[in-house]
């Protein structure tokens, strides 16, 4: 297997290779069908910046590929933005509400407090992870829009940003592991498997969502910043 | 003040106790809490009450069969680290017994070097992952589960910050599980706790 994606790709070889690419091609904006068309076709379609659309799908593909000072230069910040809010749309929209109405049913069986207590961790891990997205979509990428047009903010810079970009993985690793070994007997092994199988879905596209902005989008707005000036 | 080590000294001569006492002051890392100059019944009901981060002990202060047995005495009494004095009529096969030693001669930066090298090596009991949770995890899990900080718990419970914050790394260590708020689930599950009870 290469290691990385090139632009002479077809996009449903790249999706053969790995098949949660579809989640990154869906949020750049490109529908499932172009997917007969190279990569930098495909891009130039729905007027996508190819460096951008090539370093997203390198990065969330394989997690040993290093983006070079160059790419992150180059990156169109536009597209790295589209990106993330396609992201958060996919985590507020569908992710997490189809993550909770299997786990409702996986605790059906279970007594009261258990599931309440299950529950509540869910949707307290579910509110913390709405406003950690709502803050970037409210603050940041207002910020980045601003610094764009030329109008740089006097009160904000990205050192904030990530200053204050908190790990969303602590408990979604707990809820996994809470899943995976203690939950009462009487739950469903199948269920128990699927929600399995979606946390760590989830997971790791956080992961890659998380890498994205602190590697890829903070370096690209720091050069913004510093360039203006 | 609370970031000092506290320690405490278990030394029969009251020139190396004021000397050394006077050695960890001045490094701003450790505070001596308290000197006693023998292990009686008294010294060891105070040692339980203070559960110091670091005992020294001169091992002369136990009669010449029980110093073998010293650093199991005091297992007995606090979680502390123990840590024999060098000095003439200390044998090499006693130091081992114990969590470090420091020599009479060494230098003061030296003293508290090791001092150090003892603290971050011996944690109370690092575990691996995975086994079940001892009685004092289990104590320590529920009033996490409950809400309290490191410092009520250590309040509570008699113990140093320092020994619940290892206690913690343990439990996260056994369970895999890191947040507040999973522990409280797991507590739960593991009926240590009821709802009622939060």
Redesign the interface.
């Known amino acids: 297997m290469k290691d990385i994606f090139t632009p002479d790709m077809r996009l449903s070889d790249m999706i053969d290779m790995n098949y949660s690419l579809m989640q990154v091609i869906s949020r750049m904006g490109i529908g499932l069908g172009l997917a007969g068309m190279t990569a930098g076709e495909a891009c130039r379609h729905c007027g996508l910046d190819e460096r951008t659309f090539m370093l997203i799908c390198n990065v969330y593909s394989f997690p040993e590929y290093v983006p070079s000072q160059a790419d992150i230069s180059a990156a169109n910040i536009p597209d790295i933005v589209r990106y993330l809010r396609g992201s958060h749309a996919y985590y507020t929209g569908k992710a997490l509400s189809n993550l909770e109405s299997s786990f409702n049913s996986l605790l059906e069986p279970c007594d009261v ?2 599931k ?3 529950t509540k ?1 869910f949707v ?2 579910k509110s913390e992870l709405v406003k950690h997205f709502a803050r970037e979509e409210d603050e940041v990428f207002p910020y980045i829009e601003a610094l764009q047009n030329g109008n740089k903010p006097e009160d904000y810079s990205i050192d904030q940003f990530e200053e204050h970009h908190e790990s969303v993985d ?2 979604l ?3 996994k ?2 899943v995976m ?4 007997e009487e739950c469903d092994p199948e269920m128990r498997m699927w929600v399995l199988v979606s946390i760590y879905s989830l997971r790791d596209d956080l992961r890659r969502h998380t890498y994205v902005e602190d590697n890829i989008l903070v370096p690209a707005v720091r050069n913004l910043e510093n360039n203006g000036e | 003040m609370e970031n000092r080590k506290s320690v405490a000294l278990i030394v029969p001569s009251d020139i190396v106790a004021r000397g050394l006492g006077s050695i960890l002051e001045e490094s701003g890392e450790f505070h001596v809490e308290e000197v006693f100059h023998d292990f009686s019944k008294a010294a060891e009901s105070r040692l339980r009450g203070m559960d110091p981060d670091m005992v020294v002990i001169d091992p002369v202060v136990l009669d010449f069969k029980s110093r073998r047995e010293g650093r199991n005495m005091l297992l007995d009494v606090c979680d502390s680290i123990v840590i024999a004095l060098d000095g003439p009529g200390v044998t090499e096969d006693v130091l081992k017994l114990y969590d470090g030693s420091v020599s009479l001669y060494d230098r003061p930066s030296d003293l508290t070097r090791k001092l150090h090298g003892a603290l971050d090596a011996k944690q109370p009991e690092v575990v691996s992952d995975g086994g079940e949770l001892s009685a004092r995890e289990k104590e320590i899990l529920v009033c996490v589960a409950k809400g309290m900080l490191n410092k009520e718990i250590a309040d509570k419970l008699n113990l140093s910050i320092y020994t619940v914050i290892t206690h913690r790394k343990n439990i996260t260590r056994k ?5 507040v ?2 522990l ?3 507590a ?3 009926n240590l706790i ?2 009622n009870s939060l």
Do not use: Q, S
């Open positions: 407090g258990r309440t207590a299950i961790f307290d891990y602590e408990k690793e707990d809820m592991n809470i070994k203690y939950l009462p | 369970t895999g599980i890191k947040t708020a999973g409280t689930v797991y739960l599950l593991n009821d709802m």
